[in-house]
């Protein structure tokens, strides 16, 4: 299973990205994804979960209100819409898939509960 993370780039503050998740290897069956972010320095972090039905989304609270997480299973796909960009935003993305095979048991937010990543890609906000 590979996941390619693109979308990234160098935007202004207030502006908006879109961010994609390529799923290729396999479908991934009954497995939430997340977006993850992590600038220089710092830990990486927790930003946005969808469980594999697509039925709800879990967000952490630096994000809420301006970041929508959404998956499309016909495109084999993930998407973070990123809007009213912060400096504070800008980091490395990375998305990542955990097995979840009950959707009601989606909202997890460790890096370690994960079981693939992406690349990631670099996200810069400027002021």
């Known amino acids: 299973v590979q996941l390619q993370a693109s979308g990234g780039g160098l935007v202004q503050s207030g502006n908006s990205l879109r961010l994609s998740c390529t799923i290729s290897?396999?479908?991934?069956?009954?497995?939430?994804m997340a977006w993850f972010r992590q600038s220089p320095g710092q830990e990486r972090e927790f930003v946005a979960v969808i469980p594999w039905s697509g039925e709800g989304s879990y967000y952490a609270d630096s994000v809420k209100d301006r970041f929508t997480i959404s998956r499309d299973h016909a495109k084999n796909m993930v998407f973070l819409q990123m809007n009213s960009l912060k400096p504070e935003d800008t980091a490395v993305y990375y998305c990542?898939?955990?097995?979840?095979?009950?959707?009601?048991?989606?909202?997890?937010?460790?890096?370690?509960?994960?079981?693939?990543w992406g690349q990631g890609t670099q996200v810069t906000v400027s002021s």
């Open positions: 990542a898939a955990t097995f979840n095979r009950y959707s009601n048991n989606y909202k997890r937010t460790h890096d370690i509960q994960y079981d693939y």
């Open positions: 290897g396999r479908t991934l069956n009954n497995y939430a």
